[in-house]
């Protein structure tokens, strides 16, 4: 029990009395303004699909496969996307390996809510046979460093590789026309995925009953 | 390297970056010598050497030690560190100094401390206190009195904000002669500081803009040079007036 607590962060009653007070007279105890955003930069891969991004202090990787899998009985023509996401303890000596803890696994699905509910990534366009095939598409996201925010930082590093992700095309071909074949990515240009719009993640607080928004 | 003589040996590595491993001080030519010695070295049969990664440094006459910058802390006896308090107990309070383990703060540890006037501490007290037993299997000691039995500075901080950093600027910070982040900041504004060996530094001031102001200087100025550092300072002035 003494070496959770010792890992675990703790405020002091100080730290709270400043930070409210700060607000107060619109200050951050970063020197930002309420709504400033810290710096935020994008690096990419080589390979297409993956991402990092970095948004201040904090730090999250984000990286896409795909496979072919059997669709979902009651949507046979539509791919599948699937958020997995990793707290590494790098990251923070809070986190520990192993297991998702509980906030490893509201992130994953605040992040998969985002892109599934508004459709941001054609499902149907991933279908390759009806009822047989489909893309499954895998987005891992890697926390680095957790400097805060974490939600928003890791839907940008989401969509930065999903936009830059390039999936090999395939046709069906052969004797018959019913064997599937997975071109090279020498042979053919590989696809981008068709993503309609960007739903990007932003966290508000709000302090003071209701009176203050950060 | 062990068949050098003692002397020039120890001085050929004081001063240095040394990694564990290294033998730095050859104690077959010294018979009859005390040596003190302090953190991330130890001896090994006949000779000193480094468990830890830093610069080795001396202090006359006879004490070694390894200086080396981490986020979390290792505890070292008579350090002064800032805590916060988690848990209290029958006879201990239960304090976080970004050790590997919790430290313990006796209830009686107080100047004129009984049993009727054990301090109400709630969870989350920022404390300035001394560490008085480290050892890395036990959880460390801690006290609010110095040697003497006196209050000194130790206790309760009021107010103010707190941040962390890592060892080395704490300990670049409580260097002697001052700072120079700390002189320039100084000359301008007034504000009251505690910093403690384990990295964690608290700033108070009479408003939250010079508390920003501070605390934000003192983070960026970790790895500017003592010219560079009252550059900042001079910019950071402009820039309010």
């Known amino acids: 029990m003494e070496q959770r607590l010792a890992n675990t962060w703790q405020m002091t009653v100080n730290e709270r009395k400043f930070i409210e007070m700060a607000l107060a007279a619109d200050l951050r105890v970063d020197d930002r303004g309420p709504f400033d ?12 699909g993956s991402s990092e991004v970095q948004l201040g202090e904090t730090r999250v990787m984000s990286y896409v496969t795909s496979q072919l899998v059997q669709p979902y009985r009651d949507r046979p023509n539509e791919g599948t996307l699937s958020i997995f996401t990793e707290f590494s303890p790098m990251a923070d000596p809070a986190f520990e390996a192993g297991r998702p803890g509980e906030f490893a696994i509201e992130l994953g699905r605040i992040v998969d809510r985002g892109l599934r509910e508004s459709g941001a990534v054609d499902m149907e366009s991933l279908c390759v046979v009806v009822g047989k095939l489909v893309w ?30 390039r999936r090999p095309e395939c046709t069906l071909g052969g004797d018959d026309n019913h064997e599937l074949i997975i071109h090279d990515i020498e042979d053919r240009e590989p696809l981008p995925l068709i993503i309609h719009h960007l739903p990007v993640a932003v966290t508000f607080a709000v302090f003071g009953e209701g009176n203050i928004m950060v | 390297m062990n068949s050098m003589p003692s002397d020039s040996a120890s001085m050929s590595f004081v001063d240095r970056v040394v990694v564990p491993g290294d033998h730095v001080l050859d104690l077959t030519g010294m018979a009859n010598q005390t040596i003190k010695l302090g953190a991330g070295l130890r001896q090994d049969g006949d000779a000193i050497s480094v468990m830890k990664a830093g610069k080795l440094r001396i202090s006359k006459p006879n004490k070694y030690w390894v200086e080396s910058s981490h986020k979390r802390y290792v505890p070292c006896v008579e350090d002064t560190v800032l805590g916060i308090v988690v848990d209290s107990k029958f006879d201990n309070f ?50 609010c009195m110095d040697e003497t039995g006196k209050a000194a500075e130790f206790g309760p901080l009021k107010d103010g904000y707190m941040f962390e950093t890592s060892t080395g600027l704490a300990r670049m910070l409580l260097s002697s002669p001052p700072c120079p982040i700390l002189e320039a900041l100084g000359k301008s504004l007034s504000y009251e500081i505690a910093i403690g060996l384990n990295g964690r530094v608290w700033v108070n001031a009479a408003s939250p803009s010079t508390v920003i102001l501070v605390s934000n200087a003192i983070m960026n100025s970790e790895f500017l040079s003592a010219a560079q550092q009252k550059i900042m300072v001079e910019k950071l002035m402009k820039r309010l007036q």
């Open chain 1, 136 to 165: 499954s598409i895998r987005v891992d996201l890697h926390i680095l460093d957790n400097g805060g925010n974490l939600i928003d930082a890791a839907n940008i590093a989401a969509l930065a590789s999903l936009l830059t992700f």
């Open chain 2, 94 to 143: 239960l304090v976080d100094i970004k050790a590997p383990m919790l430290g313990l703060l006796p209830v009686l540890a107080f100047e004129g401390g009984t049993r009727r006037n054990i301090p109400k501490f709630e969870i989350g007290t920022l404390l300035y206190v001394r560490v008085v037993k480290a050892n890395n299997t036990m959880n460390p000691e801690l006290s």
């Open chain 1, 37 to 48: 955003y810290r710096p935020c930069t994008i690096t990419f891969g080589r390979v297409g």
